[in-house]
């Protein structure tokens, strides 16, 4: 959860939390910290805090330290603690004869919060001169002794300030305090010891190429470095244990060591995976399950018993966890540990379906382990691909410096992937399956798996390998057995549960199931994996290093750096709203010298693009004489689609293209915009009886004008609700009433697409595509709306009102006319689902959590107690009719 909401809703108008963190100070009492801005000042706000800060009146000020040049903060943590895998951030923070010291959680968002404070106080020091006051922070002390709550550093501070504004402000500035120098000297000085430690010493290699570099000559020695990794690198092989189990939300009833023992020697590291780890609603909409520590505590014991462990990371979303130990003689060897998770459930947010992945450096060899649980259904292997595709593309690992793009799964030297990929056996019965299965014919069975049929086409997993299956499918038993399904589907028995990697050196020395397991309907499945891991040799990697180094003073200052464009124009035809495209532009370095290059921002503009494009990557690193492709991605999603639709704007940038020491290059952007029903008003679509697509645009601009000034004059002439909210609707009605798992299982984005093309260009007798594709349209119509069905100017008097079902009729019945047909409508068809909820599985809770948030949205940033609110509103809708 973001505890940011609860220190901006404790400041004033004008003041912003950046950022905030929790930490533990001495006391080893746990405070959140967040970074506040004011205009151009900041200063860190120090909070007590409840156990789970949700609102203002969850925090408490305790002390506010200012940003300026009386400031310094700097990373204390011993080198024994940097060697210590998952360690905590040791910081030291100081401010004229103050200090603080406290523990920084390990992860990317402590590292964030310190660059974003670094650069705050990097803008201090750049610009010495300017007069920093302070006056905003003045009502906080005087809050503080009117509540009985006494600032005490605070206090000191203002009087050192004092003091120094009394001989002047430049003064100040210019000769701080005796002991404010030393402190900021000291700290300035012990932060650049570690920069040149961690750069330079042979011993920290795991560091050195993954730290974030700033100047070219540091992404010219890291270019070289890497180009000639194997004059200072050998290969070491190292055994990984994979193991993926879905559980099928059960408690452990039995010891997990024939799994995770099952190896002769224990292997130096375990990547262990569960899916479906819990099934209950609460996980589902809450996130918090009891069964994370019961399954983490049954695999902790059943580690191999012939070598000491050390916990590394653990990261679950819903009932998808991915678990990282290493041997504890190993874990000074681990570095650069980021987790990352990303659902593919319904409008791709849902985590009932997706991935967790761990990424790490395990000495100079980068690795990705992915644990995924893709869609069900045996017909569905497309849903499965696309399910793939997007774990791929959404998930992302940030960087230590946040200017450099994040790490993608396939960047990557080695790619681990384990989890229930769901796919099945086709074209076979289940009695030709069992029979396959009992003359063990593995082999004739494998050719009518699902994966290795789309892994054959290169529909997925292109580039991975699996090893040859020679056990029987995991899935379907009758729990607590090893009996096939006798339910009443009697489930075709697949091989649902799989591990498959990616990279060089590596070989495969197991591939089994454990039918010793009983406690699910799966069987849990494990590999042995020997990878070759890269390791520094001190000795030649300090020869490569200065040679390097020496090269490249030779080469500096020599050449002015110069790139040949593949092309200067770029044009995207017939842009479409969730339809991504991209071009490639190419660069080469036809220089003397290696150049870095930069798109940057152009004048009285705060991005280097307009928000539906995106290079990638927006800077880099070129040899001498290499190429580098850029993709130039456009896209347009809820955010710029109302503009684009109404056009106002355009598809039109120009992109700034900078080389350092060198000069700029301007490329042009342009392109058409289809307009859609996706992202206008549903006042707008209410006066469209023609699809949009056949609208000219003048007409369009003049709906958004008078939508946005709330213009009634035509409402008499409009329709009661959008066509097509209603073809989409209607199509639901008739055809998916019964269907099951609807609104809760994703569709096609293929069939999204002619969704959307059939109702912005005409009005077709039936929708494309599968119910739970039209489902989810809907879903992301009513997500796309510049203004919500219930418009933002009435939210809060939901929430006031949110348990009181009368005072709830009495706000929808003051919205504007076709916002109260588009919320009845809804709701009165939500409420036919309802009737069918024995085949459909449906239940108001499930309606009210996924149609509150679409419904009723927050016009600003939206907390755990607003969303509760907002479903119990909508909760009374569907259970309650009027009186």
């Known amino acids: 959860m973001d505890q940011s909401v609860a220190i901006q809703e404790s400041l004033q108008s004008g003041e912003n939390c950046v950022i905030c963190v929790f930490f533990v100070d001495g006391r080893a009492e746990s405070r959140l910290l967040g970074l506040v801005q004011s205009a151009k000042e900041h200063a860190i706000f120090i909070y007590n805090h409840r156990r789970m800060a949700i609102t203002a009146d969850d925090v408490s000020l305790e002390d506010v330290v200012p940003v300026s040049l009386h400031f310094a903060v700097v990373e204390v943590s011993s080198p024994e603690e940097l060697l210590i895998v998952g360690a905590d951030t040791r910081v030291r923070m100081t401010y004229v004869n103050e200090e603080w010291e406290f523990k920084l959680p390990f992860g990317s968002h402590s590292r964030l919060f310190l660059s974003k404070v670094h650069k705050a106080w990097s803008d201090v020091c750049r610009s010495p001169s300017q007069v920093l006051n302070f006056e905003w922070i003045n009502k906080y ?71 974030p570099q700033f100047g070219l000559r540091d992404n010219l020695i890291k270019c070289e470095l890497l180009k000639n990794e194997e004059l200072y690198t050998y290969l070491e092989p190292f055994s990984f244990f994979l193991g993926t189990y879905n559980v099928n939300g059960q408690t452990p009833k039995e010891s997990l060591s024939p799994w995770l023992s099952s190896t002769l020697d224990p292997p130096d590291i375990y990547c262990v995976g569960f ?143 384990i989890g229930d990929l769901n796919y099945r056996i086709s074209e076979l019965d289940v009695d030709k399956v069992k029979d396959l299965i009992t003359r063990k014919d593995f082999k004739s069975l494998h050719s009518y798996d699902q994966l290795k049929r789309q892994i054959d086409e290169e529909a997925v997993f292109v580039g991975f390998v699996e090893g040859v299956i020679e056990f029987q499918p995991t899935y379907k038993y009758d729990t607590g057995s090893d009996k096939w399904d006798t339910s009443e589907k009697c489930r075709v028995p697949a091989w649902c549960d799989r591990i498959l990697w990616r990279g060089k050196n590596i070989e495969q020395q197991l591939y089994q199931s454990h039918m010793d397991l009983k406690t699910s309907d799966h069987k849990p499945v494990s590999s042995l994996l020997e990878i070759g891991i890269k390791r520094v040799n001190s000795e030649a990697y300090k020869k490569t290093f200065e040679e390097i180094v020496r090269n490249i003073d030779k080469m500096e200052n020599e050449c ?92 039109e940038d120009i992109l700034v293209l900078h ?174 689902l309802l009737k069918n909820s024995a085949s459909n599985r449906l239940d108001a809770t499930i309606l009210a959590t996924i149609f509150a948030s679409l419904l009723l949205r927050s016009p600003t940033k939206q907390d755990l107690s607003e969303k509760r609110k907002t479903q119990e509103f909508f909760h009374h809708f569907l259970t309650l009719s009027s009186s």
């Open 141 to 211: 002390y005087k809050a503080s002794r009117t509540q009985g709550v006494k600032l005490t550093k605070f206090n000191q501070h203002k009087k050192t300030e004092k003091s120094a504004e009394k001989r002047g402000t430049a003064e100040k500035e210019k000769a701080p305090p005796k002991s404010t120098v030393s402190s900021t000297q000291e700290s300035r000085e012990e932060r650049d010891d570690l920069v040149r430690s961690s750069s330079h010493t042979a011993s920290n290699k795991a560091q050195i190429l993954a730290m």
């Open 275 to 417: 899916q479906e780890l819990d099934l209950s609603k609460e996980a589902f909409f809450f996130h918090d399950t009891p069964k994370e520590q019961e399954w983490t505590k049954a695999v902790s014991e059943a580690l191999h018993p012939d070598a000491k462990y050390a916990f590394v990371k653990l990261i679950r979303i819903v009932g998808i966890m991915l678990i990282f130990y290493v041997k504890k003689e190993h874990a000074e060897f681990i570095s650069d540990v980021e987790a990352e998770s990303v659902g593919t459930g319904i409008m791709g947010r849902m985590g009932n379906k997706g991935a967790v992945a761990i990424r790490f450096r395990f000495h100079n060899s980068d690795i990705c382990v992915v644990n995924s649980h893709l869609a069900a259904h045996i017909e569905e292997f497309e849903r499965r691909n696309q399910d793939f595709k997007d774990i791929c593309s959404r998930l992302q690992f940030r960087q230590l410096d946040p200017s450099i793009p994040p790490l993608t799964i396939m960047k990557h030297d080695v790619v681990l992937w």
């Open 560 to 651: 002015i750096p110069s790139v040949t464009l593949s092309k200067r124009e770029f044009h995207f035809k017939d842009v479409k709203f969730m339809q991504h495209q991209a071009e490639t532009l190419s660069l080469f370095n036809d220089g003397q010298v290696p150049c870095q290059f930069e798109f940057i921002q152009k004048p009285n503009e705060s991005t280097y693009c307009k928000p539906w494009l995106t290079a990638n990557p927006p800077k880099g690193f070129i040899a001498q004489g290499a190429t580098v492709d850029i993709d130039l991605e456009v896209f347009v999603n809820r955010s710029t689609a109302p503009g684009l639709n109404s056009g106002k704007e355009q598809i």
């Open 659 to 832: 080389l350092e020491r060198g000069k700029d290059y301007f490329i042009s952007v342009t392109g058409n915009y289809l307009p859609s029903c996706y992202g206008t008003s549903i006042r707008s679509l209410c006066q469209l009886r023609e699809p949009i697509q056949d609208m000219p645009q003048t007409v369009l601009l003049v709906l958004a004008e008078l939508s946005e000034n709330g213009d009634a004059s035509d409402d008499e002439k409009a329709l009661d609700i959008p066509k097509e909210l209603w073809m989409m609707v209607d199509h639901l009605f008739r055809n998916a009433v019964q269907q099951e798992d609807i609104f809760q299982q994703p569709g096609l984005r293929s069939e999204f697409s002619n969704i959307r093309d059939c109702l912005d260009t005409g009005m077709p007798d039936s929708l494309p595509g599968s119910n739970h594709s039209v489902a989810e349209a809907l879903l992301l119509f009513l997500d796309a709306l510049p203004e919500p069905v219930v418009p933002f100017s009435f939210y809060q008097q939901c929430l006031e009102c949110s348990s009181n079902f009368s005072q709830c009729e009495k706000i929808i019945s003051v919205l504007p006319q076709c916002h109260k047909n588009v919320f009845n409508y809804l709701a009165a068809f939500l409420r036919e």
